[in-house]
């Protein structure tokens, strides 16, 4: 039987491009089997831990689905659930839950704490979104990219807009350099993805053929991109002040309608991982109208509600591909 280590998903690149391609198939497959009423749980009697040491939506109701649909078992430990990284270290807690649990998800702060707590499970381990990685959003990304231009993977174009250090920014940048894509990241050099990470796309480009961008010229990345892709300005553990300095810097890097058209293509689509300001009806959508008097900060309202807004999809597919990993890691 395989290792734990090479069931788990810790970063965006664990899988290879191969592996990448093989987890997107057998996702596709689960979708349409789950569609066709012809699902066959492969799970029945596994364990599954769920950790978040910060709070989600999809991530984890896309884990506890995908775990009952093939017939799982899941625990779910919030971000105050547990004695986790305060009365009790990552490794003695990754002990425990590695002798009662068949695997373990875990989103949390920095990337050493999912790596420790692999390191001492002794079950996979998959990444949920640390600070610098979310793995598997990237696999639901590509699934839905893959859904709108079928064929050769090399043939998708796509520019990320916005807070290029972020955690999706960051993985999008390693996954489509892996996989031979041709990507872009348009952002204020003060948000620019960190120098090491852009070097490291860049050699396994040279690998993959694939194309690579890092800029802060926005029209330069945009052209002729099939797909245009933001986040959230300030993520889940920045310091709320951030928005002070932030707002100005992105404010011309928000997907308006006019970002969206200087691609110059008709069929140009709109992705975003959620949660997103996008209008004035949720506590921060008020905060950051009240303030810098913008409605919607990263995308505008009309952007996201639009035709080429695939969002919804692109979350759906969380628990598609999700369901690919585990049913990969553990099923019979
Ligand atoms: N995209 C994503 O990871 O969403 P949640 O924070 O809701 O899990
Ligand atoms: N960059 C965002 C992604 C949320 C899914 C965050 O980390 O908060």
């Not at 999912?114 to 598997?136: I, S």
């Not at 969002?311 to 690919?324: G, P, S």
């Amino acid at each position: 039987t395989r290792s734990a280590a090479s069931r788990s998903l810790l970063t965006v690149t664990d899988l290879g491009r191969e592996g990448f391609l093989e987890m997107l198939d057998r996702a596709a497959a689960l979708k349409e089997a789950k569609r066709s009423g012809r699902e066959r749980p492969a799970l029945a009697g596994r364990n599954i831990a769920l950790v978040f040491q910060k709070d989600s939506t999809r991530t984890r109701c896309a884990f506890e689905v995908a775990a009952y649909d093939q017939g799982a078992h899941v625990t779910y430990l919030g971000p105050s659930g547990s004695h986790l990284g305060r009365e009790e270290s990552v490794a003695d807690t990754a002990r425990v839950l590695g002798s009662l649990f068949d695997g373990i998800e875990f989103r949390g702060f920095g990337q050493e704490t999912v790596e420790e707590l692999a390191r001492h499970a002794g079950v996979p381990v998959w990444n949920g979104l640390t600070d610098e990685w979310h793995p598997t959003q990237m696999l639901a990304d590509v699934l839905t990219m893959r859904e709108h231009q079928p064929g050769e993977i090399e043939a998708i174009s796509y520019c990320f807009v916005g807070d290029g250090r972020g955690n999706v920014a960051r993985s999008l940048l390693a996954t489509g350099a892996m996989l031979g894509m041709d990507v872009r990241i348009a952002a204020p050099e003060e948000l620019s993805p960190p120098e090491p990470l852009v070097k490291g796309a860049e050699r396994m480009a040279q690998a993959s053929g694939a194309r690579v961008l890092v800029t802060d010229d926005l029209a330069t990345a945009l052209d002729g991109a099939a797909f245009i892709y933001t986040d959230v300005w300030v993520s889940m553990g920045e310091a709320d002040a951030e928005w002070d300095r932030r707002v100005p810097l992105l404010t011309p890097y928000r997907v308006t309608a006019e970002v969206m058209a200087a691609t110059g293509r008709p069929d140009t689509r709109f992705l975003h991982c959620l949660p997103t300001v996008h209008d004035t009806s949720t506590e921060l959508g008020r905060r950051i109208h009240q303030r810098y008097g913008l409605a919607g900060a990263e995308v505008t309202d009309e952007v996201f509600t639009s035709a080429a807004s695939v969002v919804f999809q692109q979350a759906e597919n969380r628990l598609h591909t999700i369901k690919a990993v585990l049913v990969a890691a553990l099923g019979a």
